[in-house]
């Protein structure tokens, strides 16, 4: 069975660009959620998307945005990037919606950003 | 929010076992208790979960104290392969009102 799948793996943008991330979840998972990884600030918790809505967001500014397609694929887009926004950026699948199920989450590996 | 505070580095030795300490003193009644690892330029690995009852699979046990304000993450015969960092999360349900709390993780070392 395929794992969660990110692409790309590594990105190079410069200030102000604006980036596209993509995840395909694992087969038959209809929950998509991303999450923001840094050396400081640890893990944190973008949004996720479940049947093409968003069901929930973190505290991000309003420049990360995401969408879902009806094959469950999911895109996470950056606007006006920051230097700040240099960070691993991981996807996790699941079969349910996260918090009407405790359930485990499938992290891909993961696309690494790095802003000039 | 609840919080998770732990050690930020433990050590091991192989085939000995391991406890990861976790607390979350401020957790509710609804937050679920999961344990997640990573190694190096990997995503993150579910390893187990539990709401109140202690748990057991085939990677590891959980222990929830009863008063749910701490839980450990138990590796019986620790291996080379567990050397990883360990996130305890808490994971809250409720609709689509549920919040994801995250540790900064343990950064486990295991010596052969």
């Known amino acids: 069975k395929a794992g969660v799948t990110q692409t790309p793996r590594y990105l190079i943008k410069t200030r102000g660009q604006q980036v596209t991330l993509s995840c395909s979840p694992i087969s038959g998972h209809r929950s998509v959620s991303w999450y923001q990884q840094t050396p400081g600030q640890g893990l944190q918790f973008l949004f996720e998307?479940?049947?093409?809505?968003?069901?929930n967001k973190g505290n991000f500014p309003g420049r990360f945005s995401g969408r879902q397609f009806s094959n469950s694929r999911s895109e996470m887009n950056v606007s006006t990037l920051e230097l700040g926004d240099s960070a691993l950026y991981l996807c996790?699948?699941?079969?349910?919606?996260?918090?009407?199920?405790?359930?485990?989450?499938?992290f891909g590996d993961g696309t690494r950003l790095s802003i000039l | 929010d609840a919080k998770t505070t732990q050690p930020n580095s433990m050590e091991s030795n192989e085939e000995e076992p391991v406890h990861l300490p976790c607390n979350h003193s401020t957790i509710s009644g609804t937050d679920y208790i999961h344990w997640y690892r990573q190694l190096p330029s990997q995503g993150p690995e579910y390893v187990i979960h539990?709401?109140?009852s202690n748990v057991n699979n085939r990677m590891a046990s959980l222990a929830i104290a009863e008063d749910r304000k701490s839980s450990t993450l138990i590796l019986h015969r620790a291996t080379l392969r567990d050397a990883a960092v360990y996130y305890c999360?808490?994971?809250?349900?409720?609709?689509?009102?549920?919040?994801?709390?995250f540790g900064k993780g343990t950064l486990l070392t295991v010596n052969p």
């Open positions: 999360i808490l994971m809250r349900s409720g609709g689509s009102n549920y919040k994801l709390t």
């Open positions: 998307y479940f049947s093409e809505t968003q069901r």
């Open positions: 539990g709401l109140t």
């Open positions: 996790a699948s699941s079969f349910r919606a996260l918090g009407e199920g405790n359930q485990p989450q499938h």
